[in-house]
C-alpha cells in the first residue's frame, strides 16, 4: 500500500523567512500529488495539485511545489511566510489504482512568529 | 471549487444513542465520497469509500457495523454512528470527488463529542 511522510512534525520560523517542507510518497506507478492547509479550527483546503506536466505547481498564496519523480518527493516551499501562514499542512497521495482515495501524510504544523 | 457542506458541524450525543453525519456536494456530482477521521494533532485517516448505489469499503481496523455510511444520491453521502461511546468522540470529515483524476473537495467537518 502506499504511504506518504512529511519529515517535519513542527515548524517555527519567523516572518519573511522562507518555507520548505517535505513530502515522500511510496508507490512506484502513476499519482497524483497534493498540498492541503488546515488554518486553525477550519476546514482542510487544497493549496496545490500536481496532476501532469510541468513539475513545478504554483498554488494559492504564493506557495509552489515541485515534483521530483526519480526522489519520490513533493516538496512545499514559500519563499516569505507571513503570519496567516501558521496553519497546519498535509501532503496527499492518490494512485490510479485506488481510484481518488487520498492517503495523507502525518502533517506538519507551521507556526509563524510575528 | 467545488463546494461540499457537511452537517452537523458540532453534535453533543449521550452514550448509547446514535448520531448521523450527512455530506452534500453542492454543485457537483461526487461519483465517490470518503468518510475521514481526525484525532487532535493527528492526521486524517480515511475510514470508507463509498460509490453511489454500492456497498462502503471499509479500512482496516474500522467496524461497519458500527460506521454506518448510505451513498444513495451523487450528491449526498451519510455517516451514522451507531451505539456511540465516548471513545468515538473525534473530528469527522467528508471528500466528495468525481472521476479519476479529479480534485477531492473537504466539507467542514463535524465535531463529535459523546457524554
Known amino acids: 500500500a502506499q504511504s506518504v511522510s512529511q519529515h517535519n512534525h513542527h515548524v517555527i520560523l519567523s516572518e519573511a523567512a522562507s518555507l520548505e517542507l517535505g513530502c515522500n510518497y511510496s508507490y512506484g506507478g502513476t499519482v497524483n500529488l497534493f498540498w492541503y492547509v488546515q488554518y486553525p479550527g477550519q476546514h482542510l483546503q487544497l493549496l496545490l495539485k500536481y496532476f501532469s506536466g510541468d513539475p513545478l505547481v504554483k498554488g494559492i498564496k504564493g506557495f509552489e511545489a515541485e515534483f521530483i519523480k526519480s526522489k519520490f518527493s513533493f516538496n512545499l516551499r514559500k519563499p516569505s511566510v507571513q503570519w496567516s501562514d501558521t496553519a497546519e499542512y498535509f501532503c496527499?497521495?492518490?494512485?490510479?489504482?485506488?481510484?481518488?482515495?487520498?492517503?495523507f501524510g502525518g502533517g506538519t504544523r507551521v507556526l509563524v512568529k510575528p | 471549487g467545488a463546494v461540499v457542506s457537511q452537517h452537523p458541524s458540532r453534535v453533543i450525543c449521550k452514550s448509547g444513542t446514535s448520531v448521523k453525519i450527512e455530506c452534500r456536494s453542492l454543485?457537483?456530482?461526487?461519483?465517490?465520497m470518503f468518510w475521514y477521521r481526525q484525532f487532535p494533532k493527528q492526521s486524517l485517516m480515511l475510514m470508507a469509500t463509498s460509490n453511489e448505489g454500492s456497498k462502503a469499503t471499509y479500512e482496516q481496523g474500522v467496524e461497519k457495523d458500527k460506521f454506518l455510511i448510505n451513498h444513495a444520491s451523487l450528491t449526498l453521502s451519510t455517516l451514522t454512528v451507531t451505539s456511540a461511546h465516548p471513545e468515538d468522540s473525534s473530528f469527522y470529515i467528508c471528500?466528495?470527488?468525481?472521476?479519476?483524476?479529479?480534485?477531492?473537495?473537504f466539507g467542514q467537518g463535524t465535531r463529535l463529542t459523546v457524554v
Open positions: 496527499a497521495v492518490t494512485i490510479k489504482a485506488a481510484g481518488n482515495k487520498l492517503t
Open positions: 454543485d457537483f456530482q461526487a461519483t465517490t
Open positions: 471528500s466528495a470527488s468525481g472521476l479519476w483524476g479529479s480534485e477531492a473537495f
